[in-house]
């Protein structure tokens, strides 16, 4: 167990529709990052916070949004949701907020739009 | 380009057997870190290497990271079913934040 929550496991919505996703990081940790996983793109990165501000970007789309909150849970807002954006959704979270800091993923979110 | 290319894509052996898998770049990393993933769960860090030419062994498996920082390698001796599963290798840098770039994964199956 790696002490990242994630939930929910499962999500299946339709095209257009927007959902939350929702990672709870191990205790003492302060950077959450969120990652996309698909079978023809691999693991992505999307974003990084850092006790509440935003560390790192990568290549997230505009539909596609992130916060993390003071009790440093964060979500990942997904709109305007698309066939492509079908994928798995992790959260890591580390101690530190640089990318030598170990990561911990939780067990990451299915999301199928039909 | 920041691509981590990883070879092979799958690979199926027999208990036993050796194996080395291979993670390249064109771009230097400040480090590399090998993950493993199981079905249903997030990838689980293995191993860290950021020195050029830094070796690690954590039993039957040796880190390997390259003299110039841009690949690496991993090397599974006498492999056991156990160590069915993907490997990611994934690099940072020092610019970059948090920020990992992952390789497209090594699918390994080993067979009893």
């Known amino acids: 167990d790696s002490g990242v929550t994630q939930t929910p496991k499962h999500l299946i919505t339709a095209t257009g529709q927007r959902v939350t996703l929702r990672c709870s990081p191990r205790?003492?940790?302060?950077?959450v990052y969120w990652y996309q996983q698909s079978l023809d793109q691999g693991l992505q990165f999307l974003i990084q916070?850092?006790?509440?501000?935003?560390?790192a970007k990568g290549n997230i789309l505009e539909r596609f949004s992130a916060q993390q909150f003071p009790d440093l849970h964060s979500e990942l807002n997904l709109s305007s949701l698309e066939l492509g954006d079908s994928a798995l959704y992790f959260c890591?979270?580390?101690?530190?907020?640089?990318?030598?800091?170990?990561?911990?993923f939780g067990n990451g979110t299915r999301l199928t739009v039909t | 380009t920041q691509l981590l290319e990883q070879s092979p894509q799958f690979l199926s052996i027999q208990e036993g057997e050796n194996l080395t898998v291979y993670c390249n770049s064109s771009?230097?990393?400040?480090?590399l870190q090998w993950y493993r993933q199981e079905p249903g769960e997030g990838p689980v860090l293995l191993v860290t290497?950021?020195?050029?030419?830094e070796v690690k062994k954590l039993k039957r498996l040796t880190f390997q990271f390259g003299d110039a920082r841009k690949d690496s390698s991993l090397h599974i001796t006498a492999a056991q079913t156990g160590d069915t599963g993907l490997y990611l290798c994934?690099?940072?840098?020092?610019?970059?934040?948090?920020?990992?770039?992952f390789g497209q994964g090594t699918e390994l199956s080993v067979k009893p």
């Open positions: 890591a979270s580390s101690i530190g907020r640089a990318f030598d800091s170990p990561l911990h």
């Open positions: 205790s003492g940790d302060l950077s």
């Open positions: 916070y850092y006790n509440g501000e935003e560390r």
């Open positions: 994934a690099g940072g840098r020092y610019n970059q934040g948090g920020q990992l770039i």
């Open positions: 771009s230097v990393f400040s480090s």
């Open positions: 290497v950021v020195t050029g030419g």
